[in-house]
């Protein structure tokens, strides 16, 4: 059964904040200090399993559960690479939207790469995720929990590498988080507060990536919190990037930069600029030339990303050499640079690779 698309994910204690929680089971009849029992158990214990929640009262527990955690991610399926190092979920919403999300293990850190809505309706057309369109937005507990998922995987050994923790979390799934800004910028509280509160993530170890939508990006500057920013540039040239990150006409090159500027002077942040270089599109000397002078000396770093293959796509990534040369080409301007591996691309889990199917039939093709 598929629920109607309008109506809400059930509600769940990681869609609010501490206080409330409290109010929130209050009004459901239970003593407030249940709410931070249950957030202990599930920021900070990373329980999920009734029976382990002893400090509940017994004829309770599964009802306090059911209420106030349900589960909002049904796993369909999980598919592994590098070693078991890299992991992608594909999981079932409670209206059938599917979401998919990525944990990245390296040595001293590791990475879950989140989604923030069922597919995009950003339409850049070398991504897969945008080329079905957007589904709809996730709710802030449907986004933290992809990251309480990875935790609870970490933490109980099954990722390899032994025991661990989530250190960070990129915005880098599917969907355009500043398009879900309300829930997003909530699950970076919940994701950054410290337990019981929420999971106790670095703020710095958080990116939220964006197209470029300005106006988002200008108030994401005055939430006080120093998130990570990267802007998915991909052009330094608006007749290129019209046609790559379709936004760019309404929010073009130059009026996303002041804003990512901004940003830096704000927050003390340093800004990721991404560039997924298209064999033949965007990778010639010129435009890293272009790029270069305009990003000299500002309080920047690009990630080069070669371009990922999907399905349908004539796009391909550009040879090693000239990639070489547009590293270099930047270089010379002082401008920092990193060519981001191409982790989890065996199983579509890379850089603009996600892109589940939307109906559990088809997931199982
Ligand atoms: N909508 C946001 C969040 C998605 S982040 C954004 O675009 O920033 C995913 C990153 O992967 C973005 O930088 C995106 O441009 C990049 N990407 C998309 N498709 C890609 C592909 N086929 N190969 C490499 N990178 C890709």
Not at 11 to 27: N, Q
Not at 150 to 158: F, I, K, Q, Y
Not at 198 to 210: F, K, M, N, P
Request: glycine share 8%; charged share 20%; with cysteine.
């Amino acid at each position: 059964m598929v629920a109607p698309r309008r109506a809400k994910p059930p509600r769940h204690l990681a869609d609010l904040s501490t206080t409330g929680r409290r109010e929130w089971l209050s009004e459901l009849g239970h003593p407030a200090f249940r709410a931070d029992q249950l957030s202990r158990h599930y920021f900070e214990r990373l329980v999920d399993n009734p029976d382990d929640m002893t400090d509940l009262p017994a004829a309770d527990r599964e009802s306090l559960t059911k209420t106030a955690l349900p589960q909002l991610l049904t796993p369909v399926r999980t598919l592994t690479c590098d070693n078991g190092t890299t992991v992608k979920n594909v999981v079932r919403l409670f209206d059938g939207a599917m979401v998919e999300s990525v944990l990245m293990r390296y040595p001293g850190r590791t990475t879950m790469c989140v989604s923030s809505q069922a597919g995009c309706g950003m339409n850049c057309p070398f991504c897969a995720t945008g080329q079905a369109g957007l589904t709809r937005n996730m709710s802030t507990a449907e986004i933290v929990e992809q990251v309480v998922t990875g935790a609870r995987m970490l933490a109980s050994g099954e990722v390899a590498g032994g025991a661990g923790r989530v250190s960070n979390v990129v915005f880098m799934g599917m969907g355009e988080p500043l398009a879900n800004y309300r829930a997003v910028i909530d699950a970076v509280r919940r994701l950054t507060e410290a337990p019981p509160s929420g999971l106790g993530i670095s703020a710095r170890s958080v990116t939220v990536s964006t197209v470029g939508l300005v106006p988002a990006m200008d108030r994401l500057a005055g939430e006080g919190i120093p998130v990570t920013l990267a802007v998915s540039l991909h052009a330094p040239d608006d007749e290129l990037r019209n046609t790559l990150v379709p936004l760019n006409t309404r929010y073009p090159i130059d009026e996303v930069l002041r804003s990512a500027w901004a940003y830096a002077d704000v927050t003390g942040r340093r800004v990721s600029i991404e560039y997924a270089l298209i064999r033949d599109i965007n990778d010639q000397p010129w435009r890293a030339h272009l790029l270069g002078s305009m990003l000299k000396n500002r309080s920047v770093h690009v990630n080069v990303i070669p371009l990922n293959p999907t399905p349908g796509s004539v796009w391909t990534a550009a040879t090693p050499e000239s990639e070489r040369t547009f590293v270099r080409r930047l270089e010379d301007h002082g401008v920092p640079v990193t060519v981001r591996d191409t982790r989890g691309r065996e199983i579509d889990g890379a850089c603009g690779q996600l892109a589940a199917v939307s109906t559990e039939e088809g997931a199982r093709e």
